[in-house]
Each structure stands twice: as C-alpha cells, then as structure tokens.
C-alpha cells in the first residue's frame, strides 16, 4: 500500500478481514466501490468489487455503464477501449482493483456534461457513416480522441497506427478514418 491508496473503510463483523475502499473517477463523476481482498469465490460476501472483476465487467454489471463493449474477452479487438488518465486502455484484461485512484473516461462521458451536445468525434463518426454494427466504434472513438490529444492533426498513418489495436468486424475501416480526418478540422476549427 503506498500513503493510504487503498483506506481502511470497516471490518467485516464476525471476520478478521477489513473491508477496503477503491476510487475511481468515471467520466468526471467520484465513485467509492468496497473492495474485499483475498476473498474466495465460495465465500462472495456482499462487495462492490472483488479481485477478479475486470474494469469493463465493473463498469458494464457494476455500475450501468454498458457504452464500453466486450467482444472478444481476451483484450484482442480493442471494442472496451477507455482512457485512464488519458492513455487508452483494454478494460476486459485490466483489474478494477488496478485502476484505483485514476480518472477513467468511457463513451457516455465525451459528450458535453451540461449540454449533452456529442463530442466533435461522434458526431463525426455520424455524419460521415463511421458507424455500421457500432461494437467496435466506443473502442474506435477512445482510441482516437486519445490520438487526437496528443497529434491534433495526424496524417492518414498516424490515425491507422493510433488506432492499431481496434477491429472492425465490418470492415468499415475507410470510412472510420475519413471520420476520424473531419473530426481532427473541426477540433482544429474550435481550438
């Protein structure tokens, strides 16, 4: 434990083990999840978060967030994609115990908090047909607002590499990247 990341919140009564407090921010909202450690499945006392709970399945089950996808499970296609602390990550293979103390962005939380006007990438992705079975485009669009942070302007290269780890099954890859291009200008445009 480094200077109090994970606080004591109470014992478990009749029980030598304490429960703990895992703190996310999810897209700007603070949520405090009772974490129990070396818990045995058999014994599944009532906790927010076990051991074994990834982030996406504690997002999607725990907490309602069901924007981030889960395909294939294993951390291969990219369609869980979040940002934590602005790097995309697979939510699938990542602990939510791991995930402690960071800032976690998901699909529903790009679009404007006050105004709920889309973020310039999904309303690209709209516009532009960027959008076919749609399980791949929360991934798609993590993926490339995370590029678009860094590189405000990326060349066609830089957007396939920025975006490497996520599959379409549809192969709508041409019109993911022209999608990907215009929300670049109009991001540009605003800043």
């Known amino acids: 434990m480094k200077n109090g990341e994970k606080q004591i919140f109470r014992e478990i009564p009749g029980s030598n083990r304490e429960e703990k ?14 974490f129990g450690e070396d818990v045995e499945p058999w014994e599944m006392p009532s906790y927010d ?17 069901t924007g981030t996808k889960v395909a294939c499970n294993s ?23 791991d995930c402690d103390g ?24 709209i516009e532009n047909h960027g959008v076919q079975c749609g399980f791949c485009v929360p991934g798609m669009i993590l993926s490339a607002k995370a590029l678009l942070d860094k590189n405000p302007n990326p060349t066609e290269n830089d957007i396939k ?17 022209k999608s990907i291009m215009e929300a670049a200008k109009i991001i540009n445009k605003k800043g």
Request: proline share 4%; aromatic share 6%; charged share 15%.
């Open 161 to 177: 590499e920025g975006l490497s780890g996520n599959l379409c099954r549809c192969g709508n890859y041409n019109l993911i990247l």
């Open 49 to 65: 978060v076990y051991p074994w709970d990834t982030l996406a399945y504690t997002l999607r089950e725990k907490l309602g967030l």
């Open 102 to 125: 960071k800032e976690i962005i998901t699909i529903e939380g790009l679009a404007d908090p006050a105004t709920g006007e889309l973020h310039p990438l999904q309303k690209a992705f």
């Open 75 to 97: 951390g291969a296609c990219g369609s869980c994609t979040v940002l934590m602390n602005g790097t995309p990550i697979l939510s699938c293979s990542t602990l939510t115990v």
């Open 21 to 34: 407090l895992i703190k996310l921010t999810i897209n700007g909202r603070l949520y405090r999840l009772r």
